[in-house]
DNA sequence: ATGAAAGCGCTAACAT
DNA sequence: ATGTTAGCGCTTTCAT
């Protein structure tokens, strides 16, 4: 059932012509309201979809847009959250009548290999344009190899706001509750996210005058022992951190345990921000703050860029800024306790 | 460049009809040896791809496998692991010339919405293939909403083997290994999935005629402190565990940290398994064992079959059966020390 | 073994 | 505002 409609069979249901049906679902408003009224009511019951790829041969347009990201290898478990990005990107495009495609990048492949299997599937499918994933939206190769080829390319920070450094943002929301003497604990995962939070949180401190980066910045250690007694080793003295950011989530409930069993009371002598969410913070007591990245709702964003760019080829536009880092305020945060 | 290659434009550079490469790409044995070669040398020189749609229209095969899976929720945390699942599946893909189009289901979607959202799909892409992931795999509605339409289905437990228990698993590990006093350690993440777990370790245990499932079951918490407080009630006592399943990861890391703290050597004294696999637990002292979860592999296989089963429409297969889960051993892990 | 003819379902040009 | 005429790039079916 439902199989084989086709727009003829709209049309003649419709008593019109196939142009006209065509009309209606292109949105065209040379049609009378009444034939659009019969074309709609026909299409309805008839339960007909356009065929994408009809449409694709005659009209030139796939209504496909290439979702380009970095496919994870063994080692790098680094996790790009394709569970929650991709329905999103899903659901910004299918009102539009656009789908997604996958296109996975082994990590550091050669220019040369990716330009290769990039060539095959613009060859095949013909998409309409590219959302290049992070960390992929700062290779200038794939940029190149999608641009040469007339496909648009668009990536999550549209033409707006530039990349907000987590480690920064942390820093800088204690530093404005009045905090100086803020830790930080890297996690042991991916080297260089971890120099560029890092990074962040040593410059905004310095911005201040704060010179905690220079005692309060260890390594993650994979043991839980070893952050227990990092957090002891911190926490113990009377010279001891105000706040303490963590880039894994276990790291900062270790600390908030450590603190505990030290009868410090959080958030009132020791505030603590995760770089990353996850749901044991906000069911921990006290839950504790993190960053949250809205990369889902920046995905969704730049697919709505796109098609409305493809849309209105002419039309200038101005596309809303999407912020790219919020803070998930929880009962962990509280203003520093004095001067120290 | 690149742009507008057809087989009209091999032929002419071939030196033959439009015909013949195609039947050159659909490795039809029609062909004499010689035409084939400077086709192929054509298709090479001019970087030529088939364009799908058009394949699409003409042979009424769209090459196009929808991976169907559940969009989480906002509080359904639970992670699919799309990152990898989706990777495996496409490499699977693409060399047969298939790709895969996402098709989110809402969670508890009623069965009516999605029945509709399901045709709207089919109408628009005409896939010729379906693969049903976790846990949609059990939703009948959306199997009869596929297969009435007639495109096949295809789960990641193909035709071959039951699901495995990942509870019963670790526990039959322990279990051969002479282990008895076995405790578990739930995960708070996801109520059903931890119910089952456990009543796969009930039932293991049971076999065995252990009844270290009356003492030695807890739920894990949130806070550190509670499982470590947990720990060192199960641990301190003479009469205690050798082998402890957790299903966090982190929960395993807590209990090795109290068992060391006690003077307990792991594995000599205690054993440990957690059910989610985590690079952490590979970096720790020493290395815990976990549990492993080959969707991936699987995922590519369920591909690779509904591919072989679409192209040779007559051919009795036999699919290689998968294993659903594997144990990653590590230093964690030991025989039980003595009967107790 | 190869070619010629006839579409697949739709849209872009032209008509009218 | 609507209908008509051509294709889009392939695969089929039928000739040769």
Redesign the pocket.
């Known amino acids: 059932m439902g199989k084989?409609?086709?727009?003829?069979?709209?049309?003649s249901a419709a008593?019109?012509?196939?142009?006209?049906?065509?009309?209606v679902?292109?949105q065209?408003?040379?049609?009378?309201?009444?034939?659009?009224t019969r074309v709609e009511q026909a299409i309805a019951a008839l339960g007909?979809?356009?065929?994408l790829?009809?449409?694709?041969?005659?009209?030139?347009?796939s209504r496909l847009l290439l979702a380009v990201f970095e496919s994870p290898s063994p080692e790098t478990q680094a996790t790009l959250g394709l569970d929650r990005l991709l329905p999103a990107g899903t659901l910004a495009c299918s009102p539009h009548g656009y789908r997604l495609l996958l296109e996975p990048i082994a990590p550091e492949s050669a220019p040369a290999a990716s330009d290769a299997q990039l060539a095959a599937t613009i060859?095949a499918v013909q998409p309409d344009g590219a959302i290049l994933l992070p960390p992929l939206d700062s290779r200038a190769d794939l940029r190149a190899a999608l641009e040469s080829r007339k496909v648009p390319v668009q990536t999550l920070h549209g033409t707006g706001a530039p990349v907000e450094n987590p480690g920064e943002a942390a820093a800088q929301h204690l530093l404005d509750r009045g905090h100086r003497q803020i830790g930080f604990i890297t996690g042991p995962s991916d080297p260089g996210h971890a120099e560029y939070c890092l990074a962040g949180y040593r410059s905004a401190l310095a911005r201040k005058g704060s010179r905690a980066h220079r005692h309060f910045v260890a390594e993650d250690r994979p043991d839980l022992g070893d952050v227990l007694d990092l957090a002891r080793a911190w926490l113990v003295p009377t010279i001891r951190p105000t706040a303490i950011i963590t880039m894994r989530s276990e790291a900062a409930l270790a600390v908030l345990h450590v603190a505990q069993a030290l009868k410090l009371a959080v958030p009132r002598d020791l505030s603590l921000i995760a770089l990353e969410d996850d749901p044991a913070l906000a069911r921990s007591h006290p839950p504790v703050a993190a960053l949250h990245d809205p990369a889902p709702d920046r995905f969704a964003a730049a697919c709505t860029r796109m098609i409305t760019a493809l849309e209105n080829r002419d039309a200038p536009r101005s596309d809303p800024p999407v912020s790219a880092i919020t803070l998930t305020e929880r009962a962990s945060l509280a203003r520093a306790p004095r001067a120290i």
């Open positions: 084989g409609i086709t727009i003829e069979d709209v049309a008593g019109v012509s196939r142009q006209t049906v065509s009309r679902m292109n065209s408003p040379r049609v009378s309201p009444e034939a659009r007909y979809v356009p065929s790829a009809a449409r694709s041969m005659a009209g030139g347009r060859g």
